[in-house]
T-cell receptor, first 113, second 113 residues
């Protein structure tokens, strides 16, 4: 079974802090994704990566950056957390040959106070 | 641009009753379509997917979905709902030339005893 893990299930940070959300997958997937999930808005793509050191902006990249130094790990960085970044963050991965099916981690619920 | 609409934000059904969750998509070519389920506090799990061929696809947990090109729909069905089906359900369409998935805003299913 594919396993996608996220470093924290719940996280509370203060406004202005730098926040790192980590995601690791164990299936050698090339593609990795970061989404945020908000009630009534569904999932919105923040960033994605096709390979190590490759990244592309999604639909809402403002206020976020990412890092992919190793194939299995994809990090989401909030350079200076703000209260409007309080949300559920979901990481996913996929293998190109599996035609876009994505496997999701359990999510990190981030609260910025 | 590709888009997905889930017109029902919240649905309540009785245990044992049938279920249909609606999904409409906008996409110029033949779409790749997905249904995901998110149980409380969990990540998303793939229920089923449609790429081509038979328009009625079977998924896990007794779910099925029917692709209707003429109606641009991909509705999810289950003949008899169990209490454990209470969750949020997301429809998604593959977003064209990239590996992106476009998600609907979700339908929250409650199951009454």
């Amino acid at each position: 079974d594919v396993k996608v893990t996220q470093s924290s299930r719940y996280l509370v940070k203060r406004t202005g802090e730098k926040v790192f959300l980590e995601c690791v997958q164990d299936m050698d997937h090339e593609n990795m994704f970061w989404y945020r999930q908000d009630p009534g808005l569904g999932l919105r793509l923040i960033y994605f990566s096709y390979d190590v050191k490759m990244k592309e902006k999604g639909d809402i990249p403002e206020g976020y950056s990412v890092s992919r130094e190793k194939k299995e790990r994809f990090s989401l960085i909030l350079e200076s957390a703000s209260t409007n970044q309080t949300s559920m963050y979901l990481c996913a991965s996929s293998f190109p040959a599996e035609l876009y099916e994505q496997y999701f981690g359990p999510g990190t619920r981030l609260t910025v106070t | 641009a590709q888009s997905v609409t889930q017109p029902d934000i919240h649905i309540t059904v009785s245990e044992g009753a049938s279920l249909e969750l609606r999904c409409n998509y906008s996409y110029g070519a033949t779409p790749y379509l997905f249904w995901y389920v998110q149980s409380p506090g969990q990540g998303l799990q793939l229920l089923l997917k449609y790429f081509s061929g038979d328009t009625l696809v079977q998924g896990i947990k007794g779910f099925e979905a029917e692709f209707k090109r003429s109606q641009s729909s991909f509705n999810l069905r289950k003949p008899s709902v169990h209490w454990s089906d209470a969750a949020e359900y997301f429809c998604a369409v593959h977003g064209g030339a990239t590996n992106k998935l476009i998600f609907g805003t979700g339908t929250l299913l409650a199951v009454q005893p």
